[in-house]
């Protein structure tokens, strides 16, 4: 069974970078997209980004100025940087994997991290 | 990007009772729509994908229907354990994006 565990900072000052990073335990490592989604507190679910094993990524459109997934397939992680953040980036932050077919859904997810952005 | 709109936002229901949530897409997505339930503090869990199929160990009360733009989650028995928060995702575009959700809570 596959578990997604993930940390990272969780105190930021504004213009600071949210760094997080997420490991796979169980599974294949290959033939999926990980993917970081976001849930301001109080709100709903704003998808970041994915990338796959060879390093492939998509972003929000809305966040991709900001974004960079990178991923380490000999350690079976995957990391997120969201620079220059504001109160706005204040959530709750989630990895999740998505496989690689015509049909998707993210499944499983990580426990997620509160990442708090305040002076 | 493809936005997708719950009703209601919220719900307040009884144990047994039988209710549904729609979700609706702002343009036609097939039916490459998938659902979730969310508890206070806990990561989503994933319940139906392909708008009708139910993901393996999630209970047959559960189920989803709709094509197109126009989709239903219905919980045929509410049970104590599903008082939560429904969200939709669509998986369409992979810019995936959510519903805003639905809280169902106990009347």
């Known amino acids: 069974q596959v578990q997604l565990q993930q940390w990272g900072a969780g105190l930021l000052k504004p213009s600071e970078t949210v760094s997080l990073t997420c490991a796979v335990y169980g599974g294949s490592f290959s033939g999926y997209y990980w993917n970081w989604i976001r849930q301001p507190p109080g709100k709903g679910l704003e998808w970041i980004g994915e990338i796959n094993h060879s390093g492939s990524t998509n972003y929000n459109p809305s966040l991709k100025s900001r974004v960079t997934i990178s991923v380490d397939t000999s350690k079976k992680q995957f990391s997120l940087k969201l620079s220059s953040v504001t109160a706005a980036d204040t959530a709750v932050y989630y990895c999740a994997r998505v496989r690689q077919s015509v049909v998707r859904w993210f499944d499983p997810w990580g426990q997620g991290t509160l990442v708090t952005v305040s002076s | 990007d493809i936005q997708m709109t719950q009703s209601p936002s919220s719900l307040s229901a009884s144990v047994g009772d039988r209710v549904t949530i729609t979700c609706r897409a702002s343009?036609?997505?097939?039916?490459?729509l998938n659902w979730y339930q969310q508890k206070p503090g806990k990561a989503p869990k994933f319940l139906i994908y392909?708008?009708?199929s139910l993901q393996s160990g999630v209970p047959s009360r559960f189920s989803g229907s709709g094509s197109g733009t126009d989709f239903t989650l219905t919980i045929s028995s509410l049970q104590p354990e599903d008082f939560a928060t429904y969200y939709c995702q669509q998986s369409y575009d992979t810019s995936y994006t959510f519903g805003q959700g639905t809280k169902l809570d106990i009347k």
């Open positions: 392909a708008a009708s």
């Open positions: 343009q036609s997505i097939s039916t490459y």
